[in-house]
């Protein structure tokens, strides 16, 4: 250690670019590092998702949901629990795996029995989808599509045809199927009763005429055609022309007893915002994205999106959590940068000399920077937890420096020549100093044993702290004694011309009572010195009736543990994000039209308690018509009867607005 103060020393050139570089690549981490409030957190999970519509939820928990999950216990490894939900027509199963397990190959496990099982499952039924969920990959944004002359369907439609495959080119951003409003046969039920016939031999008739097979290329003379079948119609008017039955010499068609229309299917879900049917988009990022960056691709694909949708479609960002975590990140560095100041301060009165309190400065960022550069390379993003972590150190990185400068100051009293005095100085503090800093370092490494949620959030914390701490031991033998060579060295050459005289060994040194710091630190270290006279007198009388203190101090200790009963208990601390997310639940069979005007009447009412609060208040009806979106975005809802609200506030209205719907309720 000591090699590194003289080599500092003898190449200062080599750490001050080194100082240099870290500045340059300190920002330039900062600017390409991803940024979120939280951590990532890979828990691995697993989503199975089938869908078989119209079946009842009772038959698909029996014949769908129980059947792959015997099956998937007896053949999968590393399970840790599985959680399944069976709605109306689709099934959920959410696979949780022990921590460790090589995910990859439990997936091609459960991707191989889910194909074995489709055999005993109801018939025709698709294979499922699978997907890898994980608790950081969130919704981030919400996309409003509407329209004054388009229908919800055609809304729907545009979305999920041109809008959706645009924005899913954003890097980072995963998209479920949108929310709210494709060729529909109605059925005519005494027509097919007068004709004997019944839905399932439509079903059988359109399955066996429309079809898609290769009917390859034909050779004619010297032309080479390709060949079209007649099997696949290209109008809507051509499904009326299939023949269904055929009776005698005349044959039953489709129009005979349906009617064929471009039109969307039987609606089961529902999307409104101020009683208007709406389309919205609910956009999520990756695991290993930046909310920051994936917000911004989508309001710079707003316009592209508008250009390739027809005249009179209007698309907005209704919420987006780029504010939130843009609010959070700046609340944490302005308290970390608070912190620098007054720690500086604080080292400007009991040194006395801004000198040292550069050095002490140029300490504090570098050792951030460092600590986010190393950050970076292990994979961590800038998030609430990193930054608090670097926040806490920073009241402990000035204590190398600080340490370094106040016995090179020491060292120079003594008389010695500058270079001397910091050599000197180094090799008397190196073994406190080291110990001191591997001391408040190991006390974090019990954080990188935790597992589950807490391991992924603590560990990058104490990552951020020892990475800190133990860049600024480098900087304190390295960085620090080359500023001390040149910044003191004028301060230093003052020394030697000024005479000394006896002073009071915590008293203000007098050849520096010209300057104005050195002046208040006098007058500082003055008062200091009356607190300190106080404090021993009362350590004296302390010492002298100790019983009474340990007994005292006992009590209190005792007593404050009694304050645990009245705590609240809570995973996260309370977050203020200006959204309240309501659920509501008509009576069980509501029809999705008839929730649809009760959730309309609830938004109306809420508007009315919460008058010019109130910005925005979305409500989502029904089921989503993609079943998977259950999985990325889990809810409540169970059926039509079932609505989520999502109150979107103005600034500084949810505590009235909290306060109101409480009463209400």
Same mark, same amino acid.
């Given at each position: 250690?000591?090699?590194?103060?003289?080599?500092?020393?003898?190449?200062?050139?080599?750490?001050?670019?080194?100082?240099?570089?870290?500045?340059?690549?300190?920002?330039?981490?900062?600017?390409?590092?991803?940024?979120?409030?939280?951590?990532?957190?890979?828990? %691995?999970?697993?989503?199975?998702?089938?869908?078989?519509?119209?079946?009842?939820?009772?038959?698909?928990?029996?014949?769908?949901?129980?059947?792959?999950?015997?099956?998937?216990?007896?053949?999968?490894?590393?399970?840790?629990?599985?959680?399944?939900?069976?709605?109306?027509?689709?099934?959920?199963?959410?696979?949780?795996?022990?921590?460790?397990?090589?995910?990859?190959?439990?997936?091609?496990?459960?991707?191989?029995?889910?194909?074995?099982?489709?055999?005993?499952?109801? %018939?025709?039924? +698709? /294979?499922?989808?699978?997907?890898?969920?994980?608790?950081?990959?969130? /919704?981030?944004?919400?996309?409003?599509?509407?329209?004054?002359?388009?229908?919800?369907?055609?809304?729907?439609?545009?979305?999920?045809?041109?809008?959706?495959?645009?924005?899913? $080119?954003?890097?980072?951003?995963?998209?479920?199927?949108?929310?709210?409003?494709?060729?529909?046969?109605?059925?005519? =039920?005494?027509?097919?009763?007068?004709?004997?016939?019944?839905?399932?031999?439509?079903?059988?008739?359109?399955?066996?005429?429309?079809?898609?097979?290769?009917?390859?290329?034909?050779?004619?003379?010297?032309?080479?055609?390709?060949?079209?079948?007649?099997?696949?119609?290209?109008?809507?008017? @051509?499904?009326?022309?299939?023949?269904?039955?055929?009776?005698?010499?005349?044959?039953?068609?489709?129009?005979?007893?349906?009617?064929?229309?471009?039109?969307?299917?039987?609606? =089961?879900?529902?999307?409104?915002?101020?009683?208007?049917?709406?389309?919205?988009?609910?956009?999520?990022?990756?695991?290993?994205?930046?909310?920051?960056?994936?917000?911004?691709?989508?309001?710079?694909?707003?316009?592209?999106?508008?250009?390739?949708? /027809?005249?009179?479609?209007?698309?907005?960002?209704?919420?987006?959590?780029?504010?939130?975590?843009?609010? +959070?990140?700046?609340?944490?560095?302005?308290?970390?940068?608070?912190?620098?100041?007054?720690?500086?301060?604080?080292?400007?009165?009991?040194?006395?000399?801004?000198?040292?309190?550069?050095?002490?400065?140029?300490?504090?960022?570098?050792?951030?920077?460092?600590?986010?550069?190393?950050?970076?390379?292990?994979?961590?993003?800038?998030?609430?937890?990193?930054?608090?972590?670097?926040?806490?150190?920073?009241?402990?990185?000035?204590?190398?420096?600080?340490?370094?400068?106040?016995?090179?100051?020491?060292?120079?009293?003594?008389?010695?020549?500058?270079?001397?005095?910091?050599?000197?100085?180094?090799? =008397?503090?190196?073994?406190?100093?080291?110990?001191?800093?591997?001391?408040?370092?190991?006390?974090?490494?019990?954080?990188?044993?935790?597992?589950?949620?807490?391991?992924?959030?603590?560990?990058?914390?104490?990552?951020?702290?020892?990475?800190?701490?133990?860049?600024?031991?480098?900087?304190?033998?390295?960085?620090?004694?080359?500023?001390?060579?040149?910044?003191?060295?004028?301060?230093?050459?003052? @020394?030697?011309?000024?005479?000394?005289?006896?002073?009071?060994?915590?008293?203000?040194?007098?050849?520096?009572?010209?300057?104005?710091?050195?002046?208040?630190?006098?007058?500082?270290?003055?008062?200091?010195?009356?607190?300190?006279?106080?404090?021993?007198?009362?350590?004296?009388?302390?010492?002298?009736?100790?019983?009474?203190?340990?007994?005292?101090?006992?009590?209190?200790?005792?007593?404050?543990?009694?304050?645990?009963?009245?705590?609240?208990?809570?995973?996260?601390?309370?977050?203020?994000?200006?959204?309240?997310?309501?659920?509501?639940?008509?009576?069980?069979?509501?029809?999705?039209?008839?929730?649809?005007?009760?959730?309309?009447?609830?938004?109306?009412?809420?508007?009315?308690?919460?008058?010019?609060?109130?910005?925005?208040?979305?409500?989502?009806?029904?089921?989503?018509?993609?079943?998977?979106?259950?999985?990325?975005?889990?809810?409540? $809802?169970?059926?039509?009867?079932?609505?989520?609200?999502?109150?979107?506030?103005?600034?500084?209205?949810?505590?009235?607005?909290?306060?109101?719907?409480?009463?209400?309720?």
């Amino acid at each position: 250690m000591n090699q590194l103060v003289l080599i500092a020393l003898r190449r200062p050139y080599t750490f001050v670019v080194m100082s240099i570089l870290i500045v340059l690549f300190g920002g330039l981490t900062i600017q390409h590092m991803p940024t979120d409030v939280f951590p990532n957190i890979t828990i %691995p999970v697993t989503s199975v998702v089938w869908t078989y519509a119209g079946l009842l939820p009772q038959q698909v928990e029996g014949r769908i949901t129980y059947m792959f999950e015997r099956s998937l216990t007896s053949t999968v490894e590393g399970i840790k629990y599985i959680h399944s939900h069976s709605y109306f027509g689709s099934s959920i199963i959410n696979i949780s795996l022990q921590d460790g397990v090589d995910v990859g190959r439990a997936e091609a496990d459960i991707v191989a029995i889910a194909q074995t099982v489709v055999k005993a499952l109801p %018939p025709d039924i +698709s /294979p499922p989808k699978i997907m890898r969920l994980s608790p950081s990959s969130i /919704p981030v944004a919400m996309l409003e599509i509407s329209s004054d002359e388009m229908t919800p369907a055609e809304l729907y439609n545009l979305t999920y045809r041109r809008i959706r495959p645009l924005m899913v $080119t954003v890097p980072g951003i995963v998209l479920p199927h949108p929310y709210g409003g494709q060729v529909m046969v109605n059925l005519d =039920q005494q027509k097919l009763l007068a004709r004997h016939l019944t839905p399932v031999d439509i079903h059988d008739v359109l399955m066996k005429q429309y079809l898609v097979r290769p009917s390859g290329d034909i050779k004619i003379g010297p032309t080479d055609w390709i060949v079209m079948t007649n099997a696949s119609p290209l109008k809507i008017e @051509d499904f009326t022309d299939m023949p269904i039955k055929r009776e005698g010499n005349a044959f039953v068609y489709l129009r005979d007893v349906a009617t064929v229309q471009l039109m969307g299917r039987v609606q =089961q879900n529902i999307v409104l915002k101020g009683g208007k049917q709406i389309v919205i988009l609910v956009a999520m990022k990756s695991t290993e994205a930046s909310t920051l960056d994936v917000v911004d691709g989508i309001k710079n694909m707003i316009p592209l999106a508008e250009q390739v949708s /027809p005249k009179g479609v209007k698309i907005r960002l209704l919420d987006d959590a780029s504010t939130f975590v843009k609010d +959070s990140i700046s609340d944490v560095v302005h308290e970390m940068a608070v912190a620098g100041v007054l720690v500086g301060l604080i080292v400007l009165l009991l040194l006395g000399s801004w000198r040292a309190t550069v050095i002490v400065w140029v300490s504090i960022p570098l050792s951030i920077l460092t600590a986010i550069i190393g950050l970076h390379w292990l994979g961590e993003t800038i998030n609430v937890m990193t930054l608090g972590g670097l926040a806490l150190a920073v009241g402990i990185l000035v204590d190398d420096a600080t340490v370094m400068i106040e016995n090179i100051d020491r060292h120079l009293e003594m008389g010695k020549e500058l270079e001397q005095a910091i050599i000197d100085a180094a090799n =008397q503090i190196v073994v406190p100093t080291l110990v001191a800093t591997l001391c408040i370092a190991i006390v974090w490494f019990p954080l990188f044993v935790l597992s589950g949620v807490s391991g992924y959030l603590f560990r990058p914390m104490a990552e951020a702290v020892i990475i800190a701490m133990l860049a600024s031991f480098i900087l304190s033998r390295t960085l620090v004694p080359t500023m001390a060579k040149y910044i003191m060295k004028n301060h230093h050459e003052h @020394d030697h011309q000024t005479p000394r005289r006896p002073q009071h060994p915590r008293q203000a040194r007098p050849e520096r009572l010209g300057n104005f710091f050195v002046r208040f630190q006098q007058g500082f270290q003055q008062r200091f010195d009356q607190l300190l006279d106080r404090y021993g007198a009362l350590l004296e009388q302390s010492i002298a009736h100790r019983r009474a203190v340990i007994t005292l101090s006992l009590v209190v200790a005792l007593c404050s543990m009694g304050l645990y009963v009245f705590l609240g208990r809570d995973y996260f601390p309370e977050i203020r994000s200006g959204v309240i997310q309501m659920h509501m639940r008509a009576p069980l069979g509501t029809r999705i039209e008839m929730s649809a005007r009760i959730a309309t009447l609830v938004s109306n009412s809420i508007e009315e308690l919460l008058p010019d609060q109130v910005e925005n208040i979305v409500s989502n009806c029904g089921l989503p018509v993609g079943a998977h979106n259950l999985a990325f975005i889990p809810t409540p $809802t169970i059926g039509p009867q079932d609505c989520d609200l999502t109150i979107l506030l103005l600034i500084g209205s949810l505590n009235s607005a909290w306060c109101a719907i409480l009463l209400a309720c």
